[in-house]
């Protein structure tokens, strides 16, 4: 039990409920799409992909981990390397192989698309792991794109399934429109969340990064710019969550949407505060561990507001 316990958090399985809800409420809330086999299949490659990124991101990880959190790991202790890459491997594959399945499905003999798409998600999640973690933005970008691009994928899903359809695409032209914008929004705040949350990551885990010879941006720049861009970047996440509200004021049925994303206020002013506080408290790693935390409520918060759009 205690294996079975231990894999569900090497895949972060919290993470891959997050994404699975929120590729499915952009497809059925935000869209209003009725579920098919092709999207229900092209969730699970996600969720596979995704947790075979976290798997390969451990392995890369162990020193680093053993020094920044040597009570929570996974790789060499509770399973062993091999093992881990066995996981690795089996998740990814499968992941693949629910994605051909998906689009031969939904295109048929035109299935290549979203299937290079997943490809190219893959490859780009161990690359993240296996070299471009350790480089100075690069990996915080990348790690940002791909939670955006799990909530654009429906959207991107259903038009080109659309596109092979020339009278539903037209039928449906308005609807494809309207909800574009929507999704936009929200897959800006999914990057937006996800990158300064990586950053926070970094202040987190600088004594570890340091020793491993990691070059993230609080070593190369400095706590105390890391903090400032941090502070910047959650006022452009304040802001695009206003001009939300204000986009959705005269939409029938937003009005939770919209009180659940002025939820998300509060909790980006309070992490605001803990930025500038994080430096003047005894351990600045719990500062910004709880910074990191508030970070996952917005996002659970953002990502619920898309039930009642």
Request: charged letters at 15%.
């Amino acid at each position: 039990m205690k294996k079975i316990g231990s894999f569900f958090k090497l895949v972060r399985w919290p993470n891959l409920l997050i994404t699975a809800m929120m590729m499915c409420l952009v497809y059925h809330c935000v869209m209003m799409m009725e579920s098919t086999a092709a999207f229900t299949l092209l969730v699970i490659s996600m969720v596979f992909v995704v947790a075979g990124g976290y798997v390969i991101n451990d392995i890369f990880d162990v020193e680093t981990d053993a020094i920044n959190k040597p009570k929570k790991l996974i790789v060499g202790k509770i399973f062993s390397e091999k093992q881990c890459n066995v996981f690795y491997l089996t998740l990814t594959v499968i992941g693949l192989c629910c994605a051909l399945a998906s689009t031969i499905i939904a295109y048929g003999t035109k299935f290549y698309l979203v299937f290079i798409c997943m490809l190219l998600l893959a490859g780009v999640l161990y690359s993240y792991s296996s070299t471009y973690k350790k480089k100075l933005v690069i990996g915080n970008v990348i790690v940002s794109l791909s939670v955006a691009f799990a909530v654009f994928l429906p959207w991107l899903f259903e038009m080109l399934y659309m596109s092979e359809h020339t009278l539903l695409l037209s039928a449906n032209e308005n609807l494809m429109t309207a909800s574009l914008r929507i999704v936009l929004y929200y897959t800006g705040f999914a990057f937006l969340t996800t990158l300064i949350r990586e950053i926070v990551k970094d202040l987190e885990d600088i004594d570890g990064d340091e020793r491993s010879g990691c070059r993230t941006m609080p070593i190369a720049w400095g706590v105390k710019t890391s903090n400032i861009i941090v502070a910047v970047m959650l006022f452009l996440l304040a802001g695009l969550m206003i001009r939300f509200t204000i986009f959705t004021k005269n939409l029938s049925g937003a009005e939770t949407a919209t009180f659940l994303i002025r939820l998300t206020y509060v909790f980006t002013f309070m992490s605001l505060l803990k930025v500038f506080n994080a430096r003047k408290v005894k351990i600045p790693r719990i500062a910004y561990h709880q910074i990191s935390t508030d970070l996952k409520v917005i996002m659970l918060i953002g990502v619920l507001s898309m039930f009642f759009m």
